[in-house]
């Protein structure tokens, strides 16, 4: 330890650091960023009670939609949040199911 005092001693990532090497967390564009603003583009688009170009297609719409529920819930549990996960896709698959069985995509 008396060796040390009063001398540099480099870091063990300076030099990568210094040429640009060294890898951060924002380096990379990630997924996480861009799936979310993806996945509320489309809802607002198309999928939203109120959408500015909505899909008359019952059918299209609930696939779009499952699609969206099923790709959030992988999201939650691929993050670690895996009961979150699956308790979002239960009770998406239960309100859909719920929606066809009831007709109330019929009711205008």
Do not use: C, Q
Request: without cysteine; proline residues 6%; positive net charge.
């Amino acid at each position: 330890m008396s060796e040390s005092v009063g001398k540099s001693i480099p870091g063990k990532e300076t030099w990568e650091k210094v040429t640009g090497i060294a890898k951060y967390v924002n380096d990379h564009p990630d997924p996480v960023i861009a799936l979310p603003l993806f996945i509320i583009i489309l809802w607002g688009v198309f999928l939203s009670p109120k959408a500015s170009l909505p899909i008359f297609s019952y059918r299209v719409r609930t696939a779009l939609k499952l699609i969206v529920f099923v790709v959030i819930s992988i999201a939650l549990y691929a993050t670690g949040r895996s009961v979150l996960g699956v308790t979002f896709l239960t009770l998406s698959l239960i309100f859909v199911a719920s929606v066809f069985i009831l007709k109330l995509h019929e009711v205008k």
